[in-house]
C-alpha cells in the first residue's frame, strides 16, 4: 500500500518536521509520494491505491481538506501526524483541539498550546499494542511536545515525567489515526548521534498496530543480544 507525506503549506516553514518524518518512514521501511493541499480537496486520496497519509506539522489545514481526510480515514486509511494537526483552519484561525480533533480523538484546554520537553516512557499497556518492536524500551528520551493536549477517545500509549500523553492512536471508523504529540524534527538529531531506535521503534509498533508493515526489514546479529534492527548510522 502506498503512503503520502503532505506538506501543509510553505516547505521552507515545515522542512524540519518534514525530513524528520520522512527520514522516519525511510527508516521503518516506507517509501511515500508527495501530495499537495489542493490535490487533497481534489480527492487524491483513494484508499484503494494509498496505505497511509502523514501530516508533518500540518498545523494549518482548512475544512474541505480536512473533510477529505476524515472520510480517507473514516473508509479504512490510517493517518499519522507529529504535530498539532489542523491546529489552524485555512484562514489561520485557532481551531480548539484542531481541524481533525475528531479523527485523532483528542482535545486541548486552549486554542494555541504549551510546550514543554520531558522524559518521555511507555505506558502500562503499550506492549500489548506494540508487540515485539517495543520489548526492552523503558525511556523513549525526551521529546518536545504539547501539554495541554488530552485524549477524547484515544489511547495514550506513552506519556511524558509529567503525564503529557503522547504516541497516541485512535480508532475512527475503520481506520486509525495515530497521534505523536511530538516535533518530528528532533528524530534527525536522534539519527545524527544514533539514539533514534526508541522513537523509531515505538513508531514502527503503533504502524504495525494500525496493520502497516515494510515489505523489507533489516536488521544485524548483536552476539549474545541476537538481532536489531539496523541503525541509520551503521
Not at 64 to 70: L, Q, T, W
Not at 79 to 92: C, E, R, S
Not at 94 to 117: E, N, T, Y
Not at 138 to 156: E, Q, V
Amino acid at each position: 500500500s502506498g503512503v503520502e507525506a503532505w506538506s501543509g503549506g510553505d516547505d521552507h516553514v515545515y522542512m524540519n518536521s518534514w525530513e524528520g518524518l520522512t527520514n522516519l518512514l525511510k527508516d521503518v521501511g516506507f517509501s511515500y509520494d508527495v501530495v499537495s493541499d489542493d490535490c487533497l480537496k481534489q480527492g487524491a486520496l483513494k484508499r484503494d491505491e494509498l496505505g497511509m497519509l502523514v501530516l508533518p506539522m500540518g498545523i494549518r489545514m482548512d475544512e474541505r481538506a480536512g473533510e477529505a481526510i476524515r472520510v480517507f480515514v473514516r473508509e479504512g486509511g490510517v493517518v499519522l501526524a507529529d504535530f498539532a494537526p489542523g491546529l489552524f483552519n485555512g484562514l489561520m484561525r485557532p481551531v480548539r483541539g484542531g481541524v481533525l480533533a475528531d479523527v485523532f480523538g483528542v482535545q486541548s484546554a486552549g486554542a494555541l498550546p504549551g510546550m514543554a520537553r520531558e522524559q518521555v516512557g511507555l505506558g502500562g499497556g503499550a506492549r500489548d499494542r506494540l508487540g515485539q518492536k517495543v520489548e526492552g524500551l523503558s525511556s523513549l528520551g525526551t521529546w518536545l511536545s504539547a501539554t495541554d493536549l488530552t485524549p477524547a477517545g484515544a489511547t495514550a500509549l506513552a506519556r511524558t515525567s509529567r503525564g503529557t500523553p503522547v504516541l497516541m492512536a485512535h480508532e475512527y471508523g475503520q481506520g486509525k489515526a495515530i497521534l505523536l504529540n511530538a516535533l518530528a524534527r528532533d528524530y534527525q538529531v536522534w539519527r545524527t548521534l544514533g539514539t533514534e531506535m526508541p522513537f523509531r521503534q515505538s513508531v514502527a509498533g503503533v504502524l504495525r498496530w494500525a496493520g502497516l508493515t515494510p515489505r523489507v526489514e533489516c536488521s544485524v546479529h548483536a552476539g549474545r543480544y541476537g538481532e536489531r534492527p539496523l541503525q541509520a548510522t551503521e
